[in-house]
């Protein structure tokens, strides 16, 4: 007879996609642990989405308490304690970490602590133990890339995860490489916390992904809100120095090189999937050359034991797609019908206001060959954001010409995150924009531009001049 296995499903990684995929392989009645060698949670929890957006919303409500002016509130001297907003930070991260714990006994996972290495296509390693298991879900996510020329120290020179420690005092000078997600978060937290920003994005473009329309809005908002941009920009070397840290810029187009000086500069380049330690290759299982684990769509890798999910799997990085792909491999295991068949994953920066969008950007959906209709709703029409005294930004609306299916929406606006589920519904359900005309929407609140958006596509919103 041969020894049964240890477990029914070995989840390794504890981020987004490995916690998800654990706990539902466990209510689903399976036999389940999971390896993390870090904090449980992963980088969204520790590093990533929790820690940034608390960051976020402080940055907010200094920048608020300065506005609050515009109505009759003043207050005095502004003073932040680094010490304390630090603190405050890693306080709700290790609430939401030990949070998992707490889930993870509830629902009877094993936590195993230490890094996995395979040691054949049923057997890894944590430690000097082994254990043995039918099924594994590989979710150990991605790290920051790296920039030749500028050696992170997480002091001057920092990646997002040492971007995240305040120093004390805020730097007055803070570069930022790279015009993403990440580095626009990290650009707004520095600026409203009385930095001088300076971000530099090698492409043409900020936000790679989002739609031109809402981009352009929302470098006209940073700009206003006092962060420069430079786009077809690069960072060739950086030289620490006693007045700070000496960085050599070039123009890509034009070749023309600069030094400016800055106090902090933050690399935000991209981030790239980790395999590291991992030893794959004893399992047989197949990475790119870029470092990816490929699923199919119901997550197997090309060995069909064994799942992967999240960052590690492939892009768009982001928390909700590997939370989702967690479920999938851990209800494929259990013999469900699952598979991955998302039409939209959401996209967000969460600066104030927010761009936010799901779906196709209307060139890609001219590049997929739909005729296309758009309309768009500014917020300064919008009472309610006149309330909120946030009347930068838009919801801008691409549909298909004749059948006027929705095919996406953006927008820029404040709580734009949180709007964009209604869309998100609307496209799974296939709508059109009439179906969300049509709907009564609660007034006065900012989900009614979304409503005159679908209005502006036939030209009959009613707080505008329908051009
Ligand atoms: C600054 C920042 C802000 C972000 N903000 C957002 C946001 O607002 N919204 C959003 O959707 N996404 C955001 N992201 C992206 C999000 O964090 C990731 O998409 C998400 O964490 C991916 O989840 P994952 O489970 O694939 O991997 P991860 O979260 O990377 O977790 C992988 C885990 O596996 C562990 N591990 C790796 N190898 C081994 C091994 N051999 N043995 C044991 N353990 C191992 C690691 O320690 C890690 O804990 C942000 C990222 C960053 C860096």
Redesign the pocket.
């Known amino acids: 007879m041969t020894k049964p296995m240890d477990f029914d499903v070995l989840v390794?990684?504890?981020?987004?996609?490995?916690y998800h995929a654990a706990i539902r392989a466990a209510q689903l009645g399976l036999k389940v642990a999971c390896?993390?060698?870090?904090s449980l949670g992963?980088?969204?929890l520790n590093?990533?989405?929790i820690p940034?957006?608390a960051m976020l919303h402080a940055g907010e409500q200094i920048a608020a308490a300065r506005h609050a002016a515009d109505f009759g509130l003043t207050f005095g001297e502004q003073k932040l304690d680094i010490a304390k907003l630090n603190g405050w930070k890693d306080g709700i991260v290790k609430k939401l970490t030990g949070g998992v714990g707490a889930l993870f006994k509830a629902n009877k996972v094993t936590h195993l602590i230490?890094?996995?290495?395979f040691v054949d296509p049923h057997t890894v390693k944590v430690g000097d133990k082994t254990y043995t298991a039918a099924n594994f879900i590989i979710?150990?996510?991605?790290e920051?890339a790296k920039l030749p020329g500028l050696d992170v120290d997480q002091d001057v020179i920092v990646d997002?995860t040492g971007a995240l420690v305040m120093p004390d005092p805020v730097p007055a000078r803070m570069l930022c490489v790279g015009g993403g997600v990440?580095g626009f978060?990290f650009s707004h937290v520095y600026n409203n916390m009385g930095s001088e920003v300076k971000v530099i994005e090698f492409l043409p473009n900020i936000i790679p992904g989002a739609d031109a329309d809402a981009v352009k809005e929302f470098a006209k908002i940073m700009k206003k809100q006092g962060i420069k941009i430079a786009t077809e920009t690069k960072a060739n070397k950086a030289e620490k120095k006693g007045d700070g840290v000496h960085v050599e810029l070039e123009n890509v187009k034009t070749g023309e090189k600069t030094t400016e000086v800055f106090d902090r500069v933050l690399v935000a380049v991209g981030?790239r999937p980790?395999t590291d330690?991992?030893n794959v290759q004893a399992a047989g299982v197949h990475v790119t050359e870029r470092g990816f684990i490929p699923a199919d769509t119901r997550q197997h890798s090309n060995v069909p034991h064994i799942y992967s999910?999240?960052?590690?799997a492939g892009n768009p990085?982001?928390?909700?797609?590997?939370m989702k792909e967690g479920l999938v491999a851990a209800e494929v295991i259990a013999g469900k019908p699952s598979e991955q068949d998302a039409v939209a994953i959401p996209g967000?920066v969460?600066t104030s206001p927010e761009l936010a969008w799901v779906g196709l950007t209307e060139a890609e959906a001219k590049e997929k060959g739909y005729e296309v209709k758009t309309g768009i709703f500014p917020l300064s029409a919008s009472g309610r954001a006149m309330t909120l005294q946030a009347t930068d930004g838009f919801v801008k609306m691409v549909v298909e010409k004749d059948t006027d299916l929705l095919l996406g929406v953006h927008i820029v606006g404040p709580h734009a995150s949180d709007l964009l589920g209604e869309a998100g519904l609307a496209l799974e359900m296939a709508a059109t924009a009439s179906d969300i005309a049509l709907t009564i929407h609660a007034h006065p609140t900012l989900g009614e531009a979304v409503l005159e958006a679908a209005e502006a596509v036939h030209k009959q919103a009613i707080h505008i001049m329908n051009k």
Do not use: F, N
């Not at 390794?12 to 490995?18: D, R, S, T, V």
């Not at 390896?35 to 870090?38: F, G």
């Not at 230490?114 to 290495?117: L, V």
């Open positions: 390794i990684g504890a981020g987004p996609g490995g390896v993390e060698r870090d992963g980088v969204c590093v990533g989405c940034t957006k230490g890094e996995a290495s979710a150990t996510g991605s920051p997002s990440i978060e981030r980790r330690g991992l999910v999240g960052d590690v990085m982001l928390a909700h797609k590997a967000v969460y």
